[in-house]
């Protein structure tokens, strides 16, 4: 049985939102180890009807705060909810740990508790973009905001591993994020990149811009966590502005009120299907052991999303899918 | 009378749709210098019914082709439209150039002939974002993709200059588009721009994500080309699947069909309001010398919006705002 820890302190409506998602979890037969304070979390399991079987608390008496600074001296507090979910992996008492607390600080105690898979220089958080026409997954959506070329080639590897083992796409195409589709476009780095892509052996359809990302034209698009982290949020704040204006139409004429109603239900269906809780959780690609981060924003639902999200990944061989192909992987060609 | 240069070979719709245009903003009582080839030309305004007073053409036998390659070699062919066209901001026979058609080359001949203000490195796009609350000026959007420290501070005090000249704004604010509000927060370059722009004198509110440019945090949003052009398309990406999406309904259950049907007109009258055609036109930032570039794919409608576009800034006094502003600006701290 698939054992996922849970960090309880991490994510704005944390430990409430948490404690919920993970007891539905539980219910929906997952192995749930709550990680947090034992004398905040017991109450909580007695107000919402008790642990369910499958469901137990692992202590920590201390919890990291979101912001960069915490990020940095997380590494040291070893009695931080992070930190004892991530040995929890470490041993073996774990297959996964999922957070929606502070990613660089689950980025930094993953890196240095775990490690890195052989052939891989910086992990990534690879985010599933949930497209009409199933998800696309982007990477790096965050993680690192430098990188260097070998480290793009290694995304690309890693995105194909996971597509492939955990969503089940036979032969996942890969596409670069760039500002045109020639070869000779974008950075001087993106240009290196088009021409290590293009002799991986993947299968590499070129560069693709910002609208082909949505329009699914790749299955893994390769970009720096810089660029990547811009796409998501410029998402989010499209989707969030759009929606807005339908909300508005809501309270408009009596035309609008009325299609606004007869809509609601199947505006609310693809409000649902573009909403980053479907998939709920990002793997950190590349870790030597399973780890994902929520979003901070998560609710209940978006905590039980992502715990399903983990257990899905492990049951379906996500770690030696992703070991196997990348330890032949060339590094540090281009360390400065 | 402000003469406005129009590129009528430029565009996937060229030249008929340039014509068109070039017809309807001439019939509004702006002067266009139609650009182009005159055994072209001539008979297609025999077939719209004739050239009205304003408008006149300006004979170029050549015209730049669109891609990377043409673009590059652009600025040894003096017979294209494009070439025709600056020459006519640079004499003085027109106060500005609008061009449909191959924007790297657009950029590359208006920066040889007409030279950058004193002050500015680096031309940038200005691409103005038409978003529910009045527009915020996203730059550069795709220029450069490769930029230094001064490049974005000198962007900063560019987009300010255009919004308070142009849009009316009195105090515009300043964002940088960066990955967290923290100022020690994405790559190196960010963390010491945000340094220079907190002391600069203008109006910087700091870091600003991806979302926060979409609910218009900021009236200048200050990011190199690479991330500019992405941040775009991306938003050009998601509205067409959203849009997408809404017209699937129409075609779906009873209820979706009624609810779509009465909904109609205002959810065109959103469409139309995230469209780049409300706009028509961005602006090449720190040219000494009006020059706007219009979408590729600009119909009629967008032509002459962008037309109308560079007649409103010209009359509301784009460029001594903008060469008041940069005259002053320390360049060259970072060259290499």
Redesign the interface.
């Known amino acids: 049985m698939t054992v996922i820890a849970l960090d309880a302190m991490g994510g704005d409506r944390a430990p409430q939102a948490v404690v919920e998602g993970a007891i539905a979890a539980a219910r929906n037969g997952i192995e749930v180890a709550l990680v947090g304070d034992e004398a905040v979390l017991t109450p909580l399991l007695t107000r919402f009807g008790g642990a369910p079987s499958g469901l137990r608390i692992v202590h920590a008496a201390d919890a990291i705060e979101m ?2 600074h915490a990020a940095l001296e997380a590494r040291t507090r070893h009695d931080s909810s992070i930190y004892v979910g991530v040995q929890l992996v470490k041993t073996g008492e774990a297959e996964a740990f999922v957070s929606a607390g502070n990613t660089g600080a689950v980025f930094a105690i993953a890196l240095l508790s775990l490690g890195r898979l052989r052939g891989i220089e910086r992990p990534a958080l690879g985010v599933l973009l949930p ?2 026409n199933g998800p696309a997954l982007l990477l790096d959506g ?1 993680a690192n ?2 990188v260097r070329l070998t480290h793009l080639a290694q995304f690309a590897h890693l995105g194909v591993a996971y597509m492939r083992a955990v969503m089940g796409v036979a032969e996942p195409t890969v596409g670069l ?1 760039n ?2 589709e ?1 070869p ?5 780095l ?1 240009i290196e990149v088009h021409a290590v892509l293009a002799t991986s052996g993947l299968r590499f359809i070129g560069n693709v ?7 699914h034209r790749a299955d893994v698009v390769v970009t720096d ?3 990547g ?14 929606f ?3 909300r508005h ?1 809501a309270s ?1 004429s009596l ?2 009120r ?6 609601r239900p ?1 505006l609310r269906a ?1 409000a649902d ?2 909403d980053y809780r479907r998939y709920g959780a990002v793997p950190l690609l590349g870790i030597d052991g399973a780890v994902f981060v929520a979003h901070g924003r998560s609710d209940a639902r978006a905590i039980e999303s992502a715990v399903r999200t983990a257990a899905t990944a492990i049951e379906r061989g996500m770690l030696p899918a992703l070991a196997e192909s990348t330890t032949h992987l060339r590094t540090g060609a281009t360390e400065a």
């Open positions: 912001g960069e497209l009409p965050g905001a430098e994020l500002i045109g020639e000779t476009k974008g950075t001087h993106a811009e910002g609208r082909d990302v949505f329009a966590g810089f660029t982290n811009v796409v998501l949020k410029t998402a989010e704040g499209v989707i969030d502005v759009l807005g204006e339908l139409l408009g035309r609008d009325l299609g606004a109603w007869l809509l199947s693809i299907r573009s």
